[in-house]
């Protein structure tokens, strides 16, 4: 599968759902009314990576190589990775050697920890093929899409 249709797919399938785009890169979450604001509380729940401009830890400058992040919940992360063991590099633009990885965020079609946010229960896959989309990726979309409702019921309910 190509960026174009993974997008096409979360915004037919997933109800409410607002795209903002930065550079290539396109920013999904669950915005029923389209009115929440891009610098207060902007959560996506997914995130389609076409470049390094935010992290060079998949070498994105590959031809038709994307990343796909999805932020999933901790017991699917656990059952999926285990413990998630990637060092907090926020701002790091390199692992650190006193946390070696065991994976390498350069390969394609492997659901493996998002290597910034793995700690945050965030997964990615580089380039799924359309077998991976469809048996993996999919249902984490929707895991992902039914947290980000969750998210914004729980926080309307408290602001109303």
Known sequence: MNESEISQYIIRTFEGVDVATDAGNSFFSYDPDKNMPQDKGFLPFATLVTNDLYDQFSNLSRPSVFRLNIGIGKQTFRSLLGEPSLPSVKGSREISSEHPSDYDFTALDQIM?????????????????????????QPLLAEA???AVSKHKRKNKHQG
């Open 113 to 137: 920890p998002h290597p910034e946010y793995g700690r945050m229960y965030w997964v990615c896959v580089l380039s799924p093929s359309d077998e991976t989309f469809e048996t993996k990726v």
């Open 145 to 147: 899409y039914d947290l």
